[in-house]
């Protein structure tokens, strides 16, 4: 597995803080990079496009001043997520800016396209693209993308229904690089489980929502600590494209959620609610089936500290000495 350029830098633990729409800012990105994991965040979250300016600028001025005053425990790179789709009527410029900044990493969504992976390899930069099928993986690589992120089973917002079993191991028969699993991953030891399938990385987004950094309605948060992996509704009736939503959300907004119609996908649009008033992401909240393990409200530095102290504790468990002779 040949990781590449940003991707090389040591991480306390081997986790992408998925970019989360509305709700990634600096603040979450800069803790999530401090405490060694790649932290993201959505180009579009930024708004008008002249705060994605500001973003990047103190995202970049933060973390160098921090690598200064801590050269045992630098920072981690972050990372800014494109929506490569027809309807994003900002990309180019929001692309001009990551070149501007040099972005370490980008991640791109919805579509896979050449000339955003040459703007970003002519910096230096790695582009990492998040798929939901095998075909779409080798479509994001033929394309130049660097590195994929497997969106399985259970991840939070727009998401596939492969099991990440399934997914993992049909992209690593041909695909030797950079790979992330989205998919339910909310504890060390499912980002320990992600590698022993063959990932490189545990890509987690709906645990840091439930942070005190996160630009999420205090609501929003506490749901998620109330909720579990039957809270989960997967619908494409808000968007257009399928994804998994915090049910009581739904039942807030007046709607049964099983028995929600279907959407109509050539009419995607990131910020309706399809056939309903209620808003996407505003209304009707994102979430994947990992949230079982989110009990409170932690610090992003918090909750980075319990996945690393629960990773070791994995590694140690499948390496004592009577699992390695059951193993025998």
């Given at each position: 597995?040949?990781?590449?350029?940003?991707?090389?830098?040591?991480?306390?633990?081997?986790?992408?803080?998925?970019?989360?729409?509305?709700?990634?800012?600096?603040?979450?990105?800069?803790?999530?990079?401090?405490?060694?994991?790649?932290?993201?965040?959505?180009?579009?979250?930024?708004?008008?496009?002249?705060?994605?300016?500001?973003?990047?600028?103190?995202?970049?001025?933060?973390?160098?001043?921090?690598?200064?005053?801590?050269?045992?425990?630098?920072?981690?790179?972050?990372?800014?997520?494109?929506?490569?789709?027809?309807?994003?009527?900002?990309?180019?410029?929001?692309?001009?800016?990551?070149?501007?900044?040099?972005?370490?990493?980008?991640?791109?969504?919805?579509?896979?396209?050449?000339?955003?992976?040459?703007?970003?390899?002519?910096?230096?930069?790695?582009?990492?693209?998040?798929?939901?099928?095998?075909?779409?993986?080798?479509?994001?690589?033929?394309?130049?993308?660097?590195?994929?992120?497997?969106?399985?089973?259970?991840?939070?917002?727009?998401?596939?229904?492969?099991?990440?079993?399934?997914?993992?191991?049909?992209?690593?028969?041909?695909?030797?690089?950079p790979l992330a699993l989205s998919g339910a991953i909310a504890t060390g030891g499912?980002?320990?489980?992600?590698?022993?399938?063959?990932?490189?990385?545990?890509?987690?987004?709906?645990?840091?929502?439930?942070?005190?950094?996160?630009?999420?309605?205090?609501?929003?948060?506490?749901?998620?600590?109330?909720?579990?992996?039957?809270?989960?509704?997967?619908?494409?009736?808000?968007?257009?494209?399928?994804?998994?939503?915090?049910?009581?959300?739904?039942v807030r907004a007046g709607l049964d959620p099983d028995n929600l119609p279907v959407?109509?996908?050539?009419?995607?649009?990131?910020?309706?609610?399809?056939?309903?008033?209620?808003?996407?992401?505003k209304d009707i909240w994102g979430c994947g089936q990992g949230i079982g393990a989110?009990?409170?409200?932690?610090?992003?530095?918090?909750?980075?500290?319990?996945?690393?102290?629960?990773?070791?504790?994995?590694?140690?468990?499948?390496?004592?000495?009577?699992?390695?002779?059951?193993?025998?």
């Open positions: 597995m040949a990781l590449k350029g940003a991707l090389n830098r040591k991480l306390s633990i081997p986790v992408i803080g998925s970019p989360l729409f509305i709700i990634s800012g600096p603040e979450l990105v800069l803790a999530q990079c401090k405490a060694g994991i790649i932290g993201s965040f959505p180009s579009l979250n930024a708004r008008p496009i002249s705060m994605l300016d500001e973003w990047l600028a103190r995202i970049t001025e933060e973390l160098a001043a921090w690598d200064r005053a801590h050269p045992e425990s630098p920072s981690a790179p972050f990372a800014v997520n494109q929506i490569v789709h027809k309807s994003n009527d900002r990309l180019e410029q929001d692309l001009e800016l990551c070149v501007k900044y040099k972005a370490p990493v980008v991640i791109t969504s919805l579509g896979a396209r050449e000339d955003v992976n040459r703007a970003v390899h002519s910096y230096g930069g790695v582009v990492m693209h998040d798929v939901i099928n095998n075909k779409f993986a080798k479509k994001a690589i033929e394309k130049g993308a660097d590195g994929i992120i497997a969106v399985a089973a259970g991840a939070g917002g727009h998401a596939g229904v492969l099991s990440p079993f399934a997914l993992v191991s049909e992209i690593r028969e041909w695909f030797d690089g499912a980002v320990l489980a992600a590698q022993a399938m063959g990932a490189d990385f545990g890509y987690i987004g709906s645990a840091f929502i439930a942070t005190q950094e996160a630009n999420a309605a205090e609501g929003y948060k506490e749901m998620i600590t109330q909720s579990a992996g039957d809270d989960i509704v997967y619908t494409n009736l808000f968007t257009g494209v399928h994804g998994n939503y915090l049910r009581p959300s739904v959407s109509d996908p050539s009419k995607m649009n990131f910020g309706s609610g399809g056939n309903t008033k209620a808003k996407a992401w989110v009990k409170h409200v932690p610090t992003a530095g918090e909750l980075v500290a319990r996945l690393k102290r629960e990773y070791d504790e994995a590694r140690a468990r499948i390496g004592a000495p009577h699992l390695a002779v059951a193993a025998e």
